[in-house]
């Protein structure tokens, strides 16, 4: 499956983006479609992830409380809506897909889409 994030842009401390993940083709079983970040100088860290059959959503304690991961069935695409942004959100978001146990590990996944970029001015 190729991916396609879009959805970043420029946004004042406080704001609200919705990000894009869209699947060319289907996934498939209970795969995880997963987003991370990374920002520059630093590793890339896993976001929020969910489980496309099952919908069990993951948010890394970053964002817990201020981002809602969901899934479109008849577009194919997973949606990442963050709120009440940061400087610290600042970074550029990958989102990826796998059938890995652990969504928080790159190595979970298999598919990534190119980024997106998500800049937060204070």
């Known amino acids: 499956v190729q991916l396609q994030a879009s959805g970043g842009g420029l946004v004042q401390a406080g704001g609200s983006l919705r990000l894009s993940c869209a699947a060319s083709?289907?996934?498939?079983?209970?795969?995880?479609v997963g987003w991370f970040r990374q920002s520059l100088g630093n590793e890339r860290e896993s976001v929020a992830a969910i489980r496309w059959m099952s919908r069990s959503p993951f948010y890394a304690d970053s964002v817990k409380g201020r981002s809602t991961i969901s899934v479109d069935n008849a577009k194919n695409t997973v949606y990442l809506q963050m709120f009440n942004l940061k400087p610290e959100d600042t970074a550029v978001y990958h989102c990826a897909a796998g059938s890995g146990d652990t969504v928080v590990y790159r190595e979970s996944y298999t598919s990534w889409g190119r980024g997106t970029q998500v800049t937060v001015s204070s």
């Open positions: 083709g289907r996934f498939v079983g209970d795969q995880v």
